[in-house]
């Protein structure tokens, strides 16, 4: 169907950059949305910023200003920007893809997550 895989994660110090990465592949028809969730130890997974096909873009209020995210629709990868990182950003980043893979219905994607630290 459709695999996700994410590359860019590691440890910084706060003020720091990092780019996240995400390539989709497979049997895809068409991807509507890409995104990239994260979720710390003992939290619920939240939504980060998030990128339609048409090049609208969705951030959480958290990172506005300081997150960037784009997308090549040609390589069907997105990437994610991370500027003046905080200690509050650690945590395993999750790519989303909401894609059609061909004969199958719309479904949710994932990948398997890279760690974000940022030390203080």
């Known amino acids: 169907q459709v695999q996700l895989v994410e590359s860019g994660g590691g440890l910084v110090q706060a003020g720091g950059s990092l780019t996240l990465s995400c390539a989709a592949s497979?049997?895809?028809?068409?991807?509507?949305?890409m995104g990239w969730y994260r979720q710390a130890p003992g939290k619920q997974r939240e939504l980060v910023a998030a990128i339609t096909s048409g090049g609208s873009t969705n951030y959480a209020d958290s990172v506005k200003g300081r997150f960037t995210i784009s997308g090549d629709n040609a390589k069907n990868t997105v990437y994610l920007q991370m500027n003046s990182l905080k200690p509050e950003d650690s945590a395993v980043y999750y790519c989303?893809?909401?894609?059609?893979?061909?004969?199958?219905?719309?479904?949710?994607?994932w990948g398997q997550g890279t760690q974000v630290t940022v030390s203080s």
């Open positions: 497979g049997s895809i028809f068409s991807i509507n949305v």
């Open positions: 989303n893809a909401e894609a059609v893979a061909t004969g199958w219905a719309p479904y949710d994607y």
